[in-house]
């Protein structure tokens, strides 16, 4: 029985071998950088007291977690003939449905007001449109994903064509 519960994608999997019709990675905005880099300043403010050099250190330091937490928690879509993998979840392509895709106000409201709390979310704050993706496994109460993507008419391209 397929699942779209968040999984790891492991070798041997249907998505492992196969070659990618679409990949994207959701990777932080310029402007996310440019807070990251603020707070980190910060640091500098933090341990000033003690010694500027202990303040600059600070600062690097703070700036290498934080950046490596924004690499290691970007998310990936990818699409195969056989699956479709958003994040950690992955579920074969036969269970996908139709495919709408949202920007501006109605990103906004598919986020918001019109949420199923049900649904597999994938969203980035610093990303405005959504694709909405509908899920037809029976045996899934999943009623959709949505998925935050750069590219929306790419994507939907992507899960449309057989």
């Known amino acids: 029985m397929p699942e779209s519960s968040p999984s790891p994608s492991v070798p041997g999997t249907p998505s492992a071998g196969a070659p990618a019709i679409y990949r994207e990675k ?8 440019i807070i990251a ?7 500098i403010l933090v341990f000033a007291p003690i010694s500027m050099a ?14 490596a ?28 449905g139709t495919v709408e895709q949202f920007t501006s106000g109605e990103a906004t409201a598919e986020r918001g007001t019109r949420l199923n709390g049900l649904a597999y979310l994938c ?7 959504v694709v909405k993706i509908e899920i037809t496994d029976p045996a899934d ?9 750069r590219h929306p008419d790419r994507l939907a391209a992507a899960l449309t064509r057989s």
């Open 26 to 33: 959701l990777w932080p905005s310029a402007w996310i950088w």
């Open 37 to 43: 880099a603020g707070v980190s300043a910060a640091g």
């Open 54 to 67: 202990a303040g600059y250190t600070a600062a690097v330091v703070l700036f290498a977690v934080i950046a």
């Open 69 to 96: 937490l924004l690499i290691l928690s970007t998310p990936a879509i990818t699409v195969t003939a056989d699956t479709l993998t958003v994040g950690r979840a992955t579920i074969e392509r036969r269970f996908v």
């Open 123 to 129: 969203i980035r704050g610093w990303i405005d449109p």
């Open 141 to 149: 109460r999943t009623p959709y994903w949505l998925t935050s993507t």
